[in-house]
Structure formats: structure tokens, C-alpha cells
């Protein structure tokens, strides 16, 4: 659904009305204190939260892949066979040669960029909060 600008108007409206910012605030003052307690640049956790924040106001969704990506990385950390266990397998069997190479190099690419979204949120959301 392509939001047209009037709605868009609306929403920031409900948001200010609804205390978003303020919550916000909040969440961002606590998190900067977290990350000075923890060690953590408080400029990388400030960017992290930045890019939270706007994730949020888009309504993106976590992806089935991240999500798969993630529990693989929370259970058994990173594997040699990540591509292998995150591979589609009936679906593969119906590709030919070349477009299993494809396949597997086009789902590479989305590991590799759903490591590194794990590792910013690792960082920032999970291994902060352990300690």
C-alpha cells in the first residue's frame, strides 16, 4: 500500500499526540547511559537508535529471513555451513545448474547483510543487556 502525503501528515500527527517523541527521548537518554556503563560508543549506539527509530515510523517488518538468520546466530553462533542449512531445499531441486549458482550466491548476499544486522543489534540490543 503506497502511502499517499495526507496520510503520512496523519500519522506524524497520531505520533505527537500519542507521546512517541517523548518516549523516545526517554529511550534514547536511557540507552546512552547504558552504552557509557557498558563501554560502548555512545556516537555508533546513537546512529543504531537513529536507524531504529526511523524503522519504526516506516512500519518495516523483520524479514523470515533475518529472523531465521538470527535464531541460527543466537543457537550455534556463526556455522561453516550457515548457506547450506538457510538453502531452500525442494526449491532448489527444481532449479537448474546455473540457477542454483545464482541461488546460492544470491542468498549469500542476504546472509552476509543479515550478519551484519545482527551484529550492530548484537551489540547494542543483546550483549548489552546480558551483563
Do not use: P
Not at 531504529?52 to 529472523?67: A, L, S
Amino acid at each position: 500500500m503506497e502511502r499517499t502525503l495526507k496520510s503520512l501528515a496523519r500519522e506524524a500527527k497520531q505520533r505527537m499526540k500519542k507521546g512517541f517523541w517523548k518516549e523516545c527521548e526517554e529511550e534514547l537518554i536511557s540507552e546512552r547511559t547504558h552504552a557509557k556503563e557498558q563501554g560502548i560508543n555512545e556516537s555508533k549506539m546513537e546512529r543504531y537508535f537513529t536507524q531504529k527509530v526511523t524503522t519504526k515510523i516506516k512500519g518495516e517488518q523483520t524479514d523470515d529471513f533475518y529472523v531465521k538468520v538470527r535464531e541460527l546466530l543466537l543457537a550455534e553462533g556463526e556455522v561453516s555451513d550457515a548457506i547450506g542449512r538457510l538453502t531452500d531445499r525442494e526449491y532448489y531441486a527444481t532449479l537448474s545448474y546455473s540457477e542454483q549458482q545464482r541461488y546460492t550466491l544470491d542468498l549469500s548476499e542476504k546472509y552476509l547483510r543479515a550478519l551484519e544486522r545482527f551484529k550492530r543489534e548484537y551489540e547494542f540490543e543483546i550483549k548489552g543487556r546480558k551483563s
